[in-house]
Antibody, heavy 121, light 109 residues
Framework: EVQLVESGGGLVKPGGSLRLSCAAS????????MNWVRQAPGKGLEWVSS????????YYADSVKGRFTISRDNAKNSLYLQMNSLRAEDTAVYYC??????????????WGQGTLVTVSS | SSELTQDPAVSVALGQTVRITCQGD??????ASWYQQKPGQAPVLVIY???NRPSGIPDRFSGSSSGNTASLTITGAQAEDEADYYC????????????FGGGTKLTVL
């Protein structure tokens, strides 16, 4: 059974940092691109970042570029999101999502349960 | 960057058919994927590719596309289909990124 379990969320002050983790199991983690998607309270889904299976390709939304860093450790079946210079508008539930190989779409076929990040003084 | 536009809210009578649409330039180049999200839960993929359903998704869910518009159709809507629905696709503006629609709140009457 495919499982994605996020952790690392919490309350942080503006300007602070936080590192999210996503532990994957039930599939060959090293064969899939992975993504972070967030959802602010009462709002829609926002794609944050993606990383290819071998970490060769990394992309960010403009809203987080230069502040967030995505990474992965295929030996540990884990995905990470280092978040620096956090702002109030980064407050959201952060989901990790698996992305099967595709050149015609962006299918996120499995999602974790999410971890809440609250940026407030 | 590309945008995907969805109607904020749609309603359907129990057992009737409803279509939820998603518009954007990127849909001329890429398929839309559709996600169902119920309150307090993570999104679930319901339609991907031309018109494919992941295992466990009822066959009352189907997808289609024409030009810059993708549609999710629920034929014979059930009470449990009441949820938020989101589309996404790759960004076709030259950025290798992903875009989501703003979401559609489906109410089953």
């Amino acid at each position: 059974e495919v499982q994605l379990v996020e952790s690392g969320g919490g309350l942080v002050k503006p300007g602070g940092s936080l590192r999210l983790s996503c532990a994957a199991s039930g599939f060959t983690f090293s064969s899939y691109s992975m993504n972070w998607v967030r959802q602010a309270p009462g709002k829609g889904l926002e794609w944050v970042s993606s990383i290819s299976s071998s970490s060769s390709y990394i992309y960010y939304a403009d809203s987080v570029k230069g502040r967030f860093t995505i990474s992965r450790d295929n030996a540990k079946n884990s995905l990470y999101l280092q978040m620096n210079s956090l702002r109030a508008e980064d407050t959201a539930v952060y989901y990790c999502a698996r992305e099967p190989p595709s050149i015609t779409a962006a299918d996120f076929d499995y999602w974790g349960q999410g971890t809440l990040v609250t940026v407030s003084s | 960057s590309s945008e995907l536009t969805q109607d904020p809210a749609v309603s359907v009578a129990l057992g009737q058919t409803v279509r939820i649409t998603c518009q954007g330039d990127s849909l001329r180049s890429y398929y839309a994927s559709w996600y169902q999200q119920k309150p307090g839960q993570a999104p679930v993929l319901v339609i991907y590719g031309k018109n494919n359903r992941p295992s466990g998704i009822p066959d009352r869910f189907s997808g289609s596309s024409s030009g810059n518009t993708a549609s999710l159709t629920i034929t014979g809507a059930q009470a449990e289909d009441e949820a938020d629905y989101y589309c996404n696709s790759r960004d076709s503006s030259g950025n290798p990124r992903v875009v989501f629609g703003g979401g559609t709140k489906l109410t089953v009457l």
